[in-house]
């Protein structure tokens, strides 16, 4: 079923539909809140939080002002952020920026469940460059803005847009190795 | 426009990224709509990014686990019943099968005569639905019907948007006329002291040029509008705006949407 379709029926409420997408992106919303809570049982609670949400608003998506993916995602990082500010975290999101999401190598390379994702990890991070992983963690996983993220990294403007490019065509690249 | 430039910009990442702003993300979403490639591309730009997240994944609960936590909640369980079932059920059901199978047959000629039958009659009721919402003269109808029916009109669809997402009008842009004639059936009646203002739009950048208002939109009947559009429009869009009209559309008041293929 194509994914308009799909999206189109969740919005009517259609728990099918809902199920179908929970399915295709519960992972994916999973793994960005937990780069950022860094904790998998608070990740994986507000990861259903952030599907409960979506369903619960379902009527104020609409895809001319993005793609549904992007929607979803947006709601788990104002959760992921909304939870460590609560929980005193450092006040800035940029302070968050400390580790990348690379991190997440190291602290489950001891766990069994986890490992092979780890390959897939390491496989799609293949002559991936520290500037940018840097740039994906900021724009993908932290949700800063292309003028936030020229500041963070002190980097020209459009020079985001482009090196971000290059760096996703990498990722696109190692996918079919 | 040169669709290659346009995704080597890198804008279609930051759009996936969801950094855009809103007049941006529309810019992209009505190019994605007009250019298969540039949608390709976006799609695969997501592939990417939806692979990365999904590699430092924690490992998820269930589905049925969400499902639970929202108990309560307006959702229909979708779980399966796995009860045993009785070889008399399944001899009833073979019974009614062939009873089925009798009644089809019966019914099949029937049927089809019956279908014909509402197709007619229900062409006959939009015919006359036609003619009674254009009761203000015979005249007018025609002209509507010829101008809709002309070999050089164009049909755009506009789908309702957040702010009335049941909301929608269709355009017939007739490009040698320079003329557009807004259907806006489908659009709820505005409030007080606002009006629709119809927007033809051109992409890269996104530059709105407004074609004019659907005035004295509660006392019109057939809610067809006539307007001139000199534009080289590759969208149209409505918006409600203040009573006489705005400068620039207020996107917050985006009714309905929709990208002009030629």
């Given at each position: 079923?194509?994914?308009?379709?799909?999206?189109?029926?969740?919005?009517?409420?259609?728990?099918?539909?809902?199920?179908?997408?929970?399915?295709?992106?519960?992972?994916?919303?999973?793994?960005?809140?937990?780069?950022?809570?860094?904790?998998?049982?608070?990740?994986?609670?507000?990861?259903?939080?952030?599907?409960?949400?979506?369903?619960?608003?379902?009527?104020?998506?609409?895809?001319?002002?993005?793609?549904?993916?992007?929607?979803?995602?947006?709601?788990?990082?104002?959760?992921?952020?909304?939870?460590?500010?609560?929980?005193?975290?450092?006040?800035?999101?940029?302070?968050?920026?400390?580790?990348?999401?690379?991190?997440?190598?190291?602290?489950?390379?001891?766990?069994?469940?986890?490992?092979?994702?780890?390959?897939?990890?390491?496989?799609?991070?293949?002559?991936?460059?520290?500037?940018?992983?840097?740039?994906?963690?900021?724009?993908?996983?932290?949700?800063?803005?292309?003028?936030?993220?020229?500041?963070?990294?002190?980097?020209?403007?459009?020079?985001?847009?482009?090196?971000?490019?290059?760096?996703?065509?990498?990722?696109?690249?190692?996918?079919?190795? | 426009?040169?669709?290659?430039?346009?995704?080597?910009?890198?804008?279609?990442?930051?759009?996936?990224?969801?950094?855009?702003?809103?007049?941006?993300?529309?810019?992209?979403?009505?190019?994605?709509?007009?250019?298969?490639?540039?949608?390709?591309?976006?799609?695969?730009?997501?592939?990417?990014?939806?692979?990365?997240?999904?590699?430092?994944?924690?490992?998820?609960?269930?589905?049925?686990?969400?499902?639970?936590?929202?108990?309560?909640?307006?959702?229909?369980?979708?779980?399966?019943?796995?009860?045993?079932?009785?070889?008399?059920?399944?001899?009833?059901?073979?019974?009614?099968?062939?009873?089925?199978?009798?009644?089809?047959?019966?019914?099949?000629?029937?049927?089809?005569?019956?279908?014909?039958?509402?197709?007619?009659?229900?062409?006959?009721?939009?015919?006359?639905?036609?003619?009674?919402d254009s009761?203000n003269s015979?005249?007018k109808?025609?002209d509507l019907?010829?101008t809709?029916?002309?070999?050089?009109?164009?049909?755009?669809?506009l789908?309702?948007?957040?702010?009335?997402?049941?909301s929608?009008a269709k355009a017939y842009?007739?490009?040698?006329?320079?003329k557009v004639f807004i259907d806006a059936q489908g659009l709820p009646d505005p409030p007080n002291g606002f009006v629709y203002q119809v927007w033809s739009?051109?992409?890269?950048?996104?530059?709105p040029t407004s074609m004019g208002l659907l005035e004295d939109f509660v006392d019109d009947d057939n809610k067809v509008f006539a307007l001139a559009n000199?534009?080289?429009?590759?969208?149209f869009g409505i918006t409600l705006e203040p009573a006489g009209g705005s400068e620039s559309p207020n996107?917050?008041q985006l009714y309905t949407?929709?990208?002009?293929?030629?």
């Amino acid at each position: 079923m194509e994914l308009e379709i799909i999206v189109e029926q969740f919005q009517k409420k259609d728990a099918i539909a809902f199920q179908k997408l929970y399915n295709m992106y519960s992972e994916n919303i999973c793994g960005v809140i937990n780069t950022i809570v860094k904790n998998t049982e608070v990740a994986e609670e507000i990861c259903q939080d952030v599907f409960m949400k979506a369903w619960n608003n379902a009527e104020s998506y609409n895809a001319s002002k993005g793609r549904f993916f992007t929607w979803i995602l947006n709601i788990a990082r104002n959760a992921a952020i909304d939870e460590i500010r609560s929980k005193s975290y450092k006040n800035n999101k940029k302070n968050l920026s400390a580790d990348y999401f690379v991190g997440i190598l190291e602290s489950v390379t001891d766990n069994e469940d986890g490992k092979e994702d780890i390959i897939g990890l390491k496989k799609l991070l293949v002559d991936l460059k520290e500037k940018c992983i840097k740039i994906i963690e900021l724009l993908y996983f932290k949700g800063l803005t292309q003028k936030e993220v020229s500041e963070e990294l002190d980097i020209p403007l459009g020079t985001v847009k482009t090196r971000n490019r290059s760096c996703i065509s990498q990722i696109r690249t190692n996918i079919t190795l | 426009m040169d669709t290659k430039e346009y995704i080597a910009s890198g804008i279609l990442e930051l759009y996936v990224a969801g950094t855009l702003s809103e007049l941006e993300n529309l810019e992209v979403y009505l190019n994605s709509e007009k250019y298969p490639e540039i949608k390709k591309e976006i799609e695969e730009i997501e592939a990417s990014v939806l692979s990365i997240t999904k590699s430092v994944s924690p490992g998820i609960k269930g589905y049925g686990d969400l499902l639970n936590r929202m108990d309560g909640a307006n959702i229909a369980k979708t779980g399966t019943i796995g009860n045993k079932v009785s070889w008399t059920a399944y001899l009833g059901w073979a019974a009614s099968l062939v009873f089925m199978v009798g009644l089809l047959w019966l019914y099949q000629q029937n049927d089809q005569l019956k279908l014909d039958l509402e197709i007619v009659s229900r062409e006959k009721d939009a015919m006359e639905q036609q003619i009674a919402d254009s009761n203000n003269s015979l005249a007018k109808t025609e002209d509507l019907l010829k101008t809709i029916r002309d070999k050089n009109i164009t049909v755009v669809v506009l789908n309702g948007q957040t702010v009335s997402p049941t909301s929608y009008a269709k355009a017939y842009w007739n490009k040698g006329e320079k003329k557009v004639f807004i259907d806006a059936q489908g659009l709820p009646d505005p409030p007080n002291g606002f009006v629709y203002q119809v927007w033809s739009l051109t992409l890269n950048p996104l530059t709105p040029t407004s074609m004019g208002l659907l005035e004295d939109f509660v006392d019109d009947d057939n809610k067809v509008f006539a307007l001139a559009n000199p534009n080289e429009s590759e969208a149209f869009g409505i918006t409600l705006e203040p009573a006489g009209g705005s400068e620039s559309p207020n996107l917050e008041q985006l009714y309905t949407l929709g990208v002009a293929t030629s």
